[in-house]
């Protein structure tokens, strides 16, 4: 998508500035300090800054100019946001050990794991699910938890076409268990999408019982930022 702007694409192919850049940071991780915190910036600093920006379309348009920023030598805005998720925070135990023991079947662990090496971001998109559902003792419902249910009643499924986490192929699997299933697919919107002006309209009109029909709401492409 950012090879369609005439200045980023002249700024060289995005996903191999990417790699490089991950590949530098393999080899030469980046020492940082700012004020009294040092910290040391790795590869995987670098997927979860890619990881975070793609959630909201606000910092995907943002995204690119930032990563050939990084690659000139400019690396405040990721300097920034890495500081910022390495401080300490609380955490919900709760929402994390739930999401442990429902997790993904026996099959799509095993996919995931095949997909692994060949994935760009590797596992930071599910962090910090990912280090700690691995830890022994964990409890772990099984695999008829997650048998596919099937219901009669009205769902509307929202989807948008840039969302890495939930994309619509999801919902697509989904549908053949909701006869009476929705489906809106918004072009170029990303997981936080309930911020749309749109989506809050078409999801308060089916709440109030009105008739949402499945269909793709076309949008022009995003502007990015230079």
């Given amino acids: 998508l950012a090879a369609t702007d005439t200045v980023l694409r002249a700024r060289g192919p995005l996903l191999a500035t990417f790699d490089k850049l991950r590949a530098q940071l393999n080899k030469t991780p980046i020492k940082l300090t700012q004020g009294t915190q040092s910290l040391t910036i790795t590869s995987w600093d670098l997927q979860r800054f890619v990881a975070d920006a793609l959630g909201d379309m606000r910092t995907i348009v943002a995204l690119p100019a930032a990563l050939y920023a990084i690659e000139k030598g400019d690396i405040a805005p990721f300097g920034r946001a890495t500081i910022q998720y390495r401080q300490a925070r609380p955490i919900n135990a709760m929402n994390i050990l739930m999401n442990c ?3 993904a079947s026996t099959a799509r662990q095993r996919a995931i794991a095949s997909e692994r090496p060949a994935s760009r971001l590797g596992t930071v998109m599910d962090f910090p699910a990912t280090a700690v559902c691995e ?5 772990r419902l099984p695999d008829a938890f997650r ?5 009669v009643a009205p769902v509307l499924f929202v989807s ?6 939930t994309p619509p192929s999801n919902v697509d699997a989904l549908l053949r268990d909701f006869p009476n299933g929705r489906h809106l697919v918004f072009e170029y919107q990303s997981h936080a999408l309930f911020g749309d002006a749109d989506v809050l309209r ?8 009105g008739n949402v029909a499945s269909t793709r709401i076309t949008r022009p492409p995003p502007i990015f930022a230079h």
């Fill in 160 to 165: 948008g076409t840039l969302d890495g986490r």
């Fill in 101 to 103: 023991a429902s997790g």
């Fill in 202 to 209: 078409n999801l308060l009109h089916f709440l109030r019982g």
């Fill in 135 to 139: 830890l022994p003792g964990l409890p």
């Fill in 147 to 151: 048998a596919r249910a099937t219901s």
